[in-house]
């Protein structure tokens, strides 16, 4: 699970002016290129280099992302910065899913967003808790 780190976005990144000014989070993703950015992010024009991930949830690692995000994005349209991501070995996760190691939830994007990123966790341990309807 991402952590937020002390930083801000202009103090791990001082030489894009572009955040000087704006007091951005920039959540840990993983230990591999912990100095790459990755944006996950919800816009309603996305850039064209942005990548789907799931209903209108986008994720993108170029710096002309990060702007398009910053000075065009509506107050409906918001982003989370992350440094570095997790990554398997080719079929590692797909064996570890099969061995019970993980639980999936269907997408949520309020989640994700959410202004409150420190109840994240929480919050999906707590809908994987939850009673569920059967359905026949």
């Known amino acids: 699970m991402p952590s937020s ?22 959540f840990t993703g993983g230990p591999v290129e912990p100095t790459r950015l990755l944006l996950l992010f919800r816009l309603k024009e996305p850039p064209s280099n942005a990548r789907l991930v799931f ?6 690692d170029t710096f002309e992302v990060l702007e398009r995000i910053i000075t065009q994005a509506k107050p409906t349209e918001t982003f989370r910065a992350f440094a570095g991501f997790a990554r398997w070995a080719p079929g590692q996760l797909k064996y570890e899913v099969r061995q019970g190691a993980w639980a999936a939830l269907p997408p949520d994007s309020k989640g994700i967003f959410d202004d409150d990123p420190t109840t994240l966790w929480e919050d999906c341990i707590g809908r994987l808790a939850a009673p569920r309807a059967i359905s026949y």
């Open 55 to 60: 209903d209108g949830v986008y994720v993108g």
């Open 5 to 26: 780190t002390p930083t801000t976005g202009p103090e791990a990144l001082p030489k894009l002016t572009l955040l000087k000014g704006r007091n951005y989070k920039l």
